[in-house]
């Protein structure tokens, strides 16, 4: 795609204000990956009907299965679909776990609003450097960046760790002054994909490691950080999938209070992207599973985005306190 664009031509914003915004009002912006237009749909009703700003974000994997030039036309329909229903939304259209400069550059160009480096599994200098690089370009355009320091576990798209890394406080400070980043995403025990803890028989999801949390606040007040890997994996979604012709033995996330807890510190943006996919593949499995003859594709879609409204409208009003902030 050679056509430059500026994301204020498809009517998005960059997450500046918004975090200003959730930091000062204790709340957490959502941020929902999404693959395909039914689950953008989803995503933009949801916000629209609990008047929520959101992130809508792509992994480079989703980008190129959603086609970079189809993509920049989706968001602005996202912005126009929300108009028609009666809201000017904040939208920020954000690269997911970015992992190169050339792909930062790449989705700025294409009218992204926002875009993470994770440089996190790079010796500390060299993530310092990439990140650098990638703001000074991103900055003159204005556009938002994020980076990362210490290491989340777990898969999801490219992104594979065998083990977390926990953020080291004493960094923070010099990675932010060093690079310029707007907004840090660290690594309190959160991890990637739907299976985060391998728990025994009665053992409980460990919390979260808030200690960490509340040193890096002290070193950055007021600055924004980022949850990845924030999923809760519903056991409701969880059990329909097995009951349905699935095998997801063990899937386990991080319960919701922990999460509202983080979303009412400086913890201003939380990813969900797990939850997300166990909503559409247990509705659609059920529905198929109950009506075998059916191959409308709009039919099981239909459900099956319907169930995600419903989990998006639940997490913006209990989890992120997002809801209202419109």
Do not use: W
């Not at 776990?97 to 926002?114: N, R």
């Not at 993470?116 to 310092?128: F, K, Q, T």
């Not at 209070?257 to 979303?263: P, S, Y």
């Not at 247990?282 to 239909?302: Q, T, V």
């Amino acid at each position: 795609m050679s056509q430059t664009v500026s994301y204020k031509e498809l009517g998005l914003v960059n997450s500046r204000e918004l975090f200003s915004k959730a930091v000062a009002g204790g709340y957490a912006i959502p941020a929902y990956n999404f693959n395909n237009l039914e689950q953008l749909q989803a995503i933009v009703t949801a916000c629209a009907q609990t008047r929520s700003p959101v992130i809508i974000q792509v992994s480079k994997g989703a980008r190129s299965y959603a086609n970079a030039t189809m993509l920049r036309y989706m968001a602005m329909g996202a912005v126009e679909m929300a108009r028609e229903m009666g809201i000017e939304l904040p939208i920020v259209l954000h690269l997911d776990h970015g992992d190169s400069f050339e792909l930062c550059t790449s989705c700025i160009d294409a009218g992204f609003s926002s875009v993470m480096i994770d440089g996190s599994h790079l010796p500390y200098a060299e993530n310092v450097a990439l990140t650098r690089q990638v703001v000074e370009y991103a900055h003159a355009r204005d556009v938002t960046v994020e980076g990362e320091l210490g290491v989340l576990a777990g898969i999801e798209d490219e992104v594979v760790a065998e083990k977390s890394t926990y953020t080291q406080p004493d960094e923070v400070e010099d990675f932010v002054r060093k690079t310029g980043v707007d907004s840090l995403a660290i690594s309190i025990g959160t991890s990637h994909g739907a299976y985060k803890f391998k728990l025994k028989a009665g053992e409980s999801v460990p919390p979260l490691r808030f200690d960490i949390l509340e040193e890096i606040e002290k070193r950055i007040p007021g600055f924004p950080i980022v949850l990845h890997g924030a999923s809760s994996v519903v056991q409701t979604y969880v059990e329909l999938i097995n009951q349905y012709g699935g095998k997801m033995d063990g899937a386990v996330g991080v319960p919701e209070e922990q999460l509202r807890r983080a979303a009412a510190s400086a913890v201003c943006k939380i990813n969900i992207d797990s939850d997300g996919r166990l909503a559409v593949t247990a509705k659609i499995r059920e529905y198929l599973a109950k009506d075998p003859g059916e191959f409308d594709p709009r039919k099981y879609l239909g459900a099956a985005r319907d169930e995600l409204i419903a989990l998006i409208k639940h997490k913006n009003q209990a989890v992120l306190g997002s809801a209202g902030k419109v």
